[in-house]
């Protein structure tokens, strides 16, 4: 009887002890994960990432979004292999942005985000870009915009008064750059009925085919024969040259000195072109010259 008990007593304490072994094995954590050290820069694991605050200033929007994203290319120096035109297209402060134009438009509305090609490039919707090429390129190394990103840029836009003071601000010049000043060679004595091939030879082939041309910064829109000219359009399909009608053409509207003049067409030769001495200037005899001709039926 006292060794039967002792075998009862046996097996109900290997019983409890196997109990407790393979409960404990089977609730507790796994032996080195218990708790996990995460590196804090390495953005892994549980700890959360950090967000940093965009504010609807252009000074925020320059440092978290513009340095980023999109200086890379919209600088002097910036890549022409992922967009040759974005040299032209500087974003070194709120008023050289301020006063930047594309062949779409200008690129801030104050006030008119849905209006600003700058807003407008960093949407998805095609409805809302209208065919404004769509910013950082697919082919660009840059990551696109997040919704919050697009949100901040268009509160930006949204908040600038309608009459914006434009400050006659220049990019910080890191060295001294002395430029000699450019001599426009008078245009002789036009003929007494204008055509292209007089057009073409003393003012397009000086002053706009070195980049309107194969290879160029502008070979998308190539000023060629006067049929390649009637059949241009940029990317919202407005047309570079519309017979009898200078006031529809870009070709004449990009040439004028003065912005409401241009409606929103970017000025040509481009001002920093200009100012480095790379192209002469377009004179207001060569700009009245152009319209002759167009309003003339742009033979």
């Not at 032209?88 to 942005?97: N, P, R, S």
């Not at 840029?153 to 914006?164: D, G």
């Not at 000023?223 to 000219?229: H, I, P, V």
């Not at 790379?278 to 742009?298: H, N, S, V, Y």
Request: aromatic residues 6%; hydrophobic residues 35%; charged residues 25%.
């Amino acid at each position: 009887m006292f060794n039967l008990k002792n075998r009862n007593l046996r097996c109900v304490l290997i019983g409890l002890v196997l109990f407790f072994f393979v409960g404990c094995s089977q609730y507790s954590e796994p032996q080195g994960l218990s708790n996990p050290k995460v590196s804090p820069t390495s953005g892994n694991g549980n700890q959360k990432a950090e967000s940093i605050a965009v504010e609807p200033n252009f000074d925020s929007i320059k440092t978290q979004i513009l340095e980023k994203k999109c200086i890379g290319c919209h600088s002097p120096n910036g890549d022409k292999n992922t967009n040759k035109d974005a040299q032209d297209i500087l974003f070194d402060t709120e008023a050289v942005l301020l006063r930047a134009t594309s062949t779409a438009g200008p690129l801030i509305v104050p006030g008119e985000p849905q209006n600003s090609v700058f807003y407008q490039s960093l949407v998805s919707y095609e409805s809302i870009r209208k065919r404004v090429k769509k910013m950082p390129p697919e082919t660009s190394r840059h990551a696109a915009l997040t919704g919050e990103e697009v949100l901040v840029v268009a509160a930006w836009i949204s908040s600038l008064p309608k009459e914006v003071p434009i400050v006659n601000e220049e990019p910080p010049v890191t060295a001294p750059v002395v430029t000699q000043p450019v001599v426009t060679q008078p245009v002789e004595t036009p003929p007494a009925v204008l055509d292209y091939a007089y057009i073409k030879s003393e003012i397009l082939e000086k002053k706009c085919i070195s980049c309107h041309k194969a290879e160029g910064k502008a070979e998308d829109l190539p000023f060629g024969t006067r049929d390649e000219l009637l059949n241009l359009t940029n990317d919202v399909s407005e047309s570079i040259l519309v017979v009898g009608r200078p006031m529809n053409s870009l070709l004449y509207l990009s040439l004028l000195k003065d912005q409401d003049s241009r409606k929103g067409a970017r000025i040509m030769p481009p001002k920093k072109a200009v100012t480095d001495g790379l192209i002469q200037d377009i004179t207001p005899i060569e700009t009245e010259l152009i319209r002759k001709w167009i309003e003339d039926g742009a033979r």
